[in-house]
């Protein structure tokens, strides 16, 4: 694989789960309390928004492309094994 190519499907993948994690996390009916959908702003905490915000978004960026690096050294590691045997 192309060191290149492999590089930008990384930060692809890690953009693309930081936006999906943090719009699921904004969509859930938890965090719309916290921002102010209760009844009345009741329970409303805008403390979230400094605490679980940001570990929403890095878990989001790191999962994905942590899962990507683990299969890729896999099939790259794969490869090289299979390269030495002929």
């Known amino acids: 694989m192309n060191r290149n190519a492999v590089t930008c499907g990384g930060c692809l993948l890690s953009m693309v789960g930081a936006l999906a994690a943090t719009l699921w996390w904004l969509s ?4 719309r309390i ?13 403390s979230v928004l400094f605490t679980e ?3 929403v978004f890095l878990t989001g960026a790191v999962l994905p492309a942590l899962v990507y690096a683990l299969f890729t050294r896999a099939l790259v590691g794969r490869r090289d094994v299979s390269d030495d045997h002929r």
């Open 53 to 55: 915000l940001p570990l």
């Open 28 to 31: 859930s009916a938890r965090t």
């Open 34 to 46: 916290h921002l102010g959908k209760g009844f009345e702003n009741e329970g409303m905490d805008l």
